[in-house]
Every structure is written in C-alpha cells, then in structure tokens.
C-alpha cells in the first residue's frame, strides 16, 4: 500500500493549496473593479498576474485534492460535485487569465460576466469542500436560534436521538446500521471494498471479506468485524484505522446484536435483553427495554375540551396525564355522585386510564358504565358501599393493572371476577369480607397478582 | 389606551421586559409561525381548570402524586443501622489510613484529634426478607419490611454541617434563600385539594440538638403562598388561624370579602404580585378553619391503627402521631408532607444516643409504609427517609468497648424510600470495605432531588423561576434522574 500512502501524502496538501486561489482570484477581480470605479486610464500589470497565480495554485489544489478524494473517507456525491466543480474553476482561471492579458480585445460585459462566474464558483466550491471536511451543521451548528429558525436547521447538537419503543425499533436498520455507516462505510462499500469486504448492504455483509466471515451469529469469537473492532488501537490491524474508534456504547451494542443471532430483520422487541445492554440501550438510544405501562402505549388524540369542562361542571376533577399525554386522570370527591354522572363519563371512556370514585356514595350497578372503559389502568373504589355484584361489571378490562377494593362490601365470590381481569397485577381487598385463605389460593394460581389483605 | 402605568410598582426590568422586550417576542412570534399567535391551545383549557399549577400538566404521566418525606434531621449513623461493613470490626481502634481518608476535611470536632480510631458497630446485622437486604436489631420493625424499600447506599453531599446540609438537601443549595422542594412541587403542579395547602411541614415537638430552621421549609423566591405550612400539636395546629373571641365564622367572612375588594384595589394600583399571594393566604387559611380541626381530629382512627404505630402515637406532637398525621394528610391529596425528627446528631454516647432514636421512629416509620400499602395508597405516593449526611467510621472522642462517637461525613449515607415509580426490595451503590468512600454508583443530592422531581412528572430542567436576571431551578445546574432505582 506504498502507492496509496504517497498519495495520500500528497492529497493531505489540499487543505493548504485550497485557500489560495479563493486569495489570488478574489484579489485580481477586487483590483480590477477598483480602477475601473475610479476610471484609471492604464490596466495594473498586476491583475493577470494575480490570475495566473490563482490559476496556478487551483491546478494544485485540484491535483492534490483528487488524491485526497482517493482516501475514501468522504462521501461519494458530496465529492463527486465538489471535485468537478473544482477542476472547470482551474480551466476558468486559465481562460480568464487569458482573457485580462488583453482587457482591451474582449468586451466589459464579457470581464464582468466571467468575474460574477468565478466568484460565485469560487463560493460554492469552497462552501463545498467546508462541508466535507467539516460537516453540513458546522457553520450554524452555533448560530443563535433565531438565525437557526429562519434558516430552517434544527439545533440538535447535543441531544441524542430518541428512538420509539422496543417493538418499532429494528436493531440493525436503527442501531447498528448507523454506526456501519459512520465508522466503516467509507473504506467497505461497493466501489472501495478494502479487505473484500462492502458494508453498505445486508448480504454482502453476511458474505464476508477476505478474512472470512465479519459476522458470525451468535459467535463473537469467530466474528472477524468485532475481533478489528476490539483490538488494541495500536494494532496495525485495528480498525477503524482512522483515529474514529467506536465507542464503549457502540462496542456494546454490536456485541450485543451480534451475540443474541445478528438478526437483520427484528425489532429490539425480539433480542433477548440482559441487564448489562439496558443502561447502553437507555443512554445511547434512548430506548427503554423496561415493559412500559399501558397508559404510556397508548396514542390517542386529545379528548374535546368541552367534554372536559362539561365533566368538571358536575364536579369531577379532571388531569391530562401529561403534556404529550392526553388520557385522563379522573377523580370525584363527595356524597353527591350520581349515576347520571358517572354516564357523563362515558363521553371520555377511551381517554380515562386512572379513576377515582373512593369515599363516594358509588353504588355497584352505576359501574355497569365503567365495563367499557377500555384503557382504564387504576380503578380506587375504596371505601365505598361496592358489592360482589358491581366487581362482575370490572371483569372484561383487560388493561386494569391496579384494582382498590379495601373498605368496601365484597366477599369471596368476587374474586372470581378479579381472576378474570388479565392484566390485574394488584388488588386491594384490605377491611372487606375476603377470606385470607382463598385470596392466598388465588394469588398463588394467578401468576402476577398480588392480593393485598393488609394487617388484621 | 392605558396610560396610568407608570403609578404601578413595577421594576424598571420588569417595565422592559413586558414593554418592549414582550411586543418583540410578541411580533418574533408571529413572524415565525403567524398561527402559533391565534391558535388556542386545548391542553392549556384543561390545565386551567385544572389543579393551578404553572406547569397545568406534568411534563410526563407522575407516577408519584404526593410525597411523604420522612427527614431525620441530625445525621443517622448509617454504619450502625444499614452498610455493614465487618472490617471496621475487624479494624476496631486503628488509626483510619491516610489512603482511606484522601483530602476529605473534617469538621473542627474531629479534625484536632490525635488518632482517628476506627470503630465498628456494636450492633448485630443481619440479612432481611427476599432480597436480603441488611439491617442492624436497631430497626426491628423496618427490618420486617425491607422487600418493600428501596435503597440508595451511596448517597453524598458537599456540606459537612447540619444547617448547610438540611438547607442543601431541602432546596439545592447551601446557602439560604432558594425554595425548598414542596415549594417547587406546589409552584409546578398546584393543589388536588384546595382545602388544605399543598406542601405541609410537620416536625416532632420537644427534640432538640441541632439546629432545624423554618427556611427548610420557605418558599425563596417563589410566591409567598407556596411556603410550607407548620402543623403543630396542641390546641393551636396552625397558628393564628382560629376566629378572635367574639367573632364568628359569618363575620370573619364579610371582612375578608371587604379585605378583598380593597387588596384588589391595591393591585389595580401598584401590581405588586405579593398581593395576590396575601390574598390566596387569606383565602386558604379561612377554608383551612374547616379543613385543618378535621384532620387533627383523629378520634375515628382505629385502637388497631394506634396499635401498629405504637403507643407513642396516641401522644400529639410525637413522630408516630406525626406518621399517623401524615397519611391523613396524604389521604387527602396534600402533595408535600414533610415530617421532620431531630436528634440524631450522635457525636458522643452514640450506642445509647441511637437506641432512643430508633425507638422513637423505627415502629412509626414501618407502620406508615404497611398502612399506605393496605390502603393501596403506595400506587401513587412516594415515602422518603433519610438525613442530610453520614457518620464517620471512626470515633469522635474517646472509643471504649461499648461507647464511642461519630462525627459529620459528607462522603456516604443511606436514604431509602417506598412507594410509587421505584423498584422495591432493591439496593442501589455501595461504599468501599471501610465505609468511608462511595465505591460504586455515587448519587449526590441533586440527583436524588432530580430522581424526586422526575417521580411526580417533572423534568427538574425545565420548571425554573426567573429571579435576580437568571433561571433558577431546584438542582440548579446539576442533577441527574437516577434511572436504575426507576421501576
């Protein structure tokens, strides 16, 4: 690789040649304007000088920068645009040395003309290469939000992308992709496969590089990809080898993919999650492998305000959950509730997810209306006169997690109804006529449900 | 137009900001996004209706509606009741090695001593419950319930004594003058009761010691009326608030009606926003003449309830009556409850000192938890105990066989809580062999004050005060949520 590295030598020298035509070009054309403001009747011998010299050093800025383009470590269309724009300013310059040799044989329409070209090639080209080299964001990254606003970037500099939930995440489309694509893509892809080996596809992922297979499922030993990854960085085969090693998270979150089969196609939903990969997943990704509660899962549009107003008139107490949360926390205090009332709550029955009607004058048939609340997750009915009868209403909500029965009138047989709620996971039956032995035979057949008889 | 605006009490950077600097963001605004102006936010109907905090909505659902916040002023020895650390046992009367210590200063009642002389703990520790956490006999009670709690065994601070680090601990900074955290909780999320004031300060009577001051519990900078309000035992619970002989309720009525009319003409006139928080005080202490005789009176508690949290509590004043207080408090919705019990302040006599301590607390402390829990009200409510720093692992003064001292450590403490939003049986960080240093998973005050605000649906970033020219917020610029205790 002598070849590619004297080339490389040569291609780092862009960076210097570069400014100089933007200097000589600029400066001749300055010049230029300047006498003919000021109606000079002699042409300064200077100008087509300053054009050859700009002509000069964009040859060697193309030269160099054609080499340095080689090195792979940029991304193709930028360059393409940007080195071809590049060698048509070099032929420019020539012309338009050629053309202020004799300023007196061409019209001033023409010189005038060819300089607004070449400024604005000038600008463009370098604008250009700035991006490559330093990034799209790099001039606005720091510009106040204002300025941001009407440009129409967005300022995410420090903020991580937070992705959605474990089952609309792909790992490899979200997670592991996106660091192929910052840290290998350059040097492993179709046109420059270094070592054999292209990244920038799933298939000739799975197909390897001279080194045999990059990534072996399951297998971190046999895994060439993580064995480069890993090594010393001093190691001559340390990859990336372009000072931008991967970070622990992304060294993690790899060994991870790549352990649990290397899947190309599931979602984070399907990879088996130890307790090491969450706090990576968690910082890195912002995805939370913990199992959310249902109220958080839910997507629904805001009740109508109206409605809410309308409820809190007949003296609910009314809360949306959160600000980009709009199910409802809904509780009702005092000994005038009626069964009018709670129908009115039949308006909002999707939205409500917590319900309060504890210590109120609640009776068990006034809950029939409550059976089609179907995202409903805390129900408190504590201390109320609620019987065996108005708990068989209950049972088909299959989201209710929570379930305060404590102080109220049921017995044993409405623990027959309170098996029936799938995703009950806790039950208050603490002061009710529930008989210690049969709430421990229940909780004890039902995996997950916790019957809390409380003290004596 | 109103022309009369200069009479109004306004600051001049007050003047600029809703003159000028509100006509520019007012015509920014438009120029950005010209229906952002018109638009009429339907989330905002909703929060004000709702319960009148600045927020309207928590930033997230809360999982945390109230907090009960159990401070146990003075500083437990966390070597004598939760890190056990045999090597100190082991070590018993060495001097602590120089490499332990580092550049910690100590405070002036120990840093002249001669030697430091490590000393273990007295107390026999055992393992408890399914998740086997580690408890000394001095908690029995507590001990019982350890697979319901969750604790922070690495806990630090910066202040090394009592007033600083209950200032700290209790509002986010040393020094006084910043709002304690019920203050933010009422000025972010409001009242679900509006009987009763959001954030209520109960503190045990007839302990003394160190210094506890009412600013723990002062609103700072924040409107007036979202300070903590004391609860006292006795005949006056909340002071000045029963009518003057020969008044009655009818009459002390008509007069605030009348004060009323005349604040708001006094706000008309100079715009002082004190003002109005005078009137919400007014307002709330003439419906608390209701509210707070029934909360006190606690005759319909049952001889079982008194039973569990043990006969102290039948005794106003004490920390189980203050326990019992603080369910009937949370039980009607007051978001911070903050109960307060000095005396843990063991600098010498500490095997004796902290057996009346724990006698006085530990029974209490377990009881409110199991009662919460049969009441199904650790759904939504967050219990806290701690204090504001450790103990030294060696002996401040004399160390005999069965008496020694402990002075102030900043470095590492035990806090544990109970409830909503946080994963039970759990313990999180650890301190080193000598219990000197946090060897895994530091936690410093502001992330627990973080982890607190992030529990009841805040994004401790984002609820700030503007005051003196900058954004102030209760972890300041610190403070990060501690994920893993998170359920």
């Known amino acids: 690789m002598i070849a590619l590295e004297f080339s490389t030598f040569l291609g780092r020298f862009h960076p210097l040649f570069v400014h100089l035509p933007i200097g000589f070009l600029i400066l001749a054309i300055l010049l230029e304007w300047l006498e003919s403001f000021r109606k000079a009747e002699t042409k300064s011998k200077l100008i087509p000088i300053a054009w050859l010299l700009g002509a000069i050093s964009a040859a060697a800025a193309a030269f160099s920068g054609w080499w340095l383009g080689e090195t792979g470590l940029y991304e193709e269309d930028m360059l393409f645009s940007h080195r071809w724009l590049g060698i048509a300013l070099v032929l420019f310059a020539f012309i338009g040395w050629w053309l202020k040799k004799n300023p007196k044989s061409h019209s001033k329409f023409l010189q005038n003309g060819f300089n607004i070209a070449i400024l604005l090639m000038l600008s463009i080209e370098g604008h250009k290469g700035g991006n490559l080299t330093h990034g799209e964001t790099y001039l606005t990254e720091y510009a106040p939000e204002s300025i941001q606003e009407i440009l129409g970037v967005s300022a995410d500099k420090d903020t991580l992308t937070i992705l959605g939930t474990p089952d609309s995440v792909l790992v490899f489309k979200d997670l592991i992709q996106p660091i192929f694509k910052s840290k290998c893509i350059a040097c492993h892809n179709n046109k420059v496969k270094r070592g054999g080996l292209n990244m920038a596809h799933t298939d000739s992922i799975q197909l390897g590089g001279d080194g045999g297979l990059a990534i072996a499922p399951g297998n971190l030993e046999e895994s060439e990809l993580f064995r480069r990854i890993t090594l010393p960085q001093k190691n001559i085969k340390f990859m990336p080898p372009t000072n931008n090693a991967l970070t622990y998270d992304e060294i993690k979150t790899i060994e991870w993919w790549i352990s649990k089969g290397a899947s190309y196609e599931d979602a984070a939903s399907k990879f088996a999650v130890d307790e090491n990969i969450k706090p990576v997943l968690l910082r890195r990704f912002g995805l939370d492998m913990n199992p959310k509660p249902w109220y958080e899962t839910v997507t629904i549009a805001p009740a109508d305000s109206t409605k809410i107003a309308n409820l809190i008139k007949l003296g609910f107490s009314v809360n949306t959950l959160g600000a980009t949360n709009p199910l409802l926390d809904i509780k009702y205090t005092g000994k005038d509730l009626t069964e009018e009332k709670i129908k009115a709550l039949e308006e909002v029955k999707n939205h409500i997810t917590w319900l309060s009607l504890a210590r109120t004058n609640v009776e068990s048939d006034w809950l029939s209306s409550i059976s089609g609340f179907t995202n409903l997750t805390r129900l408190q009915l504590e201390n109320t006169s609620i019987s065996d009868n108005g708990v068989s209403y209950l049972s088909g909500l299959s989201h209710l997690e929570s379930l305060n029965l404590y102080g109220t009138n049921v017995t044993d047989s409405s623990l027959v109804d309170i098996q029936k709620m799938n995703g009950l996971k806790r039950v208050y039956l603490w002061g009710t006529k529930v008989k210690s032995e049969t709430a421990k035979n229940i909780s004890e057949n039902k995996e997950g449900l916790e019957i809390i008889l409380g003290e004596g | ?487």
């Not at chain 2, 724990?358 to 919460?372: F, P, V």
């Not at chain 2, 009200?377 to 160390?399: A, C, H, P």
Request: proline fraction near 5%; include cysteine.
């Open chain 2, 1 to 487: 137009m109103c022309t009369h605006n200069h009479k109004k009490n306004y600051s001049r950077r007050d003047f600029l900001t809703k003159t000028s600097l509100g006509m520019g963001a007012l015509s920014m605004a438009s120029m950005l996004d010209p229906m952002d102006l018109f638009s009429n936010n339907k989330q905002n109907l909703v929060n004000s209706l709702g319960s009148g905090g600045v927020l309207g909505n928590p930033h997230f659902p809360a999982k945390v509606k109230r907090v009960i916040y159990l401070f146990q002023s003075g500083a437990p020895s966390q070597l004598d009741l939760f890190d056990y650390k045999p090597l100190l046992n082991k070590m018993q009367g060495q001097d602590l090695p120089k490499s332990v210590q580092g550049e910690q200063r100590l405070t002036g009642m120990s840093s002249g001593q001669a030697t430091l002389p490590i000393a273990g703990t007295i107390f026999d520790f055992k393992q408890h419950g399914d998740s086997g956490a580690w408890m000394s006999n001095l908690m029995p009670h507590t001990a019982k319930i350890v697979d319901e709690l969750c604790f922070i065994k690495s806990m630090y601070t910066e202040a090394i004594n009592h007033d600083p680090a209950v200032t700290f601990f209790q509002t986010g900074s040393q020094l006084p003058g910043r709002p304690s955290i019920g203050s933010w909780v009422s000025y972010g999320l409001g009242t679900d009761n509006k009987n009763l004031p959001e954030f209520v300060v109960l503190v045990t009577k007839d302990k003394f010691g160190q210094p506890l001051y009412s600013k723990a519990w002062g609103n700072g900078f924040l409107p007036s009326q979202h300070q903590g309000v004391q609860f006292r035992s006795g005949k006056d619970p909340v002071l000045y608030l029963t009518n003057p002989p020969g008044i009655d309720g009818k009459s002390r009525r008509e007069q605030l009606n009348h004060l009323q009319k005349l604040e708001q003409l006094n706000h008309n006139d100079v715009g002082d926003p004190e003002i109005l928080a005078r009137m919400a005080q007014y307002e709330m202490a003439f419906r608390m003449q209701t509210s707070v005789p029934e909360i006190m009176d606690t005759k319909d508690e049952s001889d079982a309830t008194y039973e569990m949290y043990g006969e102290d509590s039948r005794k106003p004043g004490t920390y189980a009556a203050n326990c019992i207080l603080a369910r009937r408090l949370a039980e009607r919705d007051v978001k911070f409850i903050q109960v307060y019990h000095q005396g843990w302040d063991q600098h010498g006599n500490l095997p004796n000192a902290i057996k009346i301590q724990c006698k006085e607390t530990d029974q209490a402390t377990a009881a409110l938890i199991t009662d919460l829990k049969q009441r199904g009200m650790l759904e939504d409510t967050l219990v806290v105990w701690g204090g504001e720093f450790g103990r030294t692992n060696y002996s401040q003064g004399k160390l005999t066989p069965d008496n020694f001292g402990r002075d102030h450590h900043p470095k590492c403490f035990t806090i544990f809580m109970a409830g909503a939003g946080i994963k039970k049986g759990f313990t999180l960080g650890a301190t080193d062999d000598f219990g000197y240093n946090v060897a895994q998973r530091p936690v410093h005050v502001h992330d627990f004050q973080a982890t607190l605000m992030h529990l009841l649906g805040v994004d401790h970033e984002r609820l700030t005060f503007k005051f003196q020219g900058r954004r102030y917020r209760l972890t300041d610029v610190h403070g990060d949520v501690v994920k893993e205790i998170l359920a």
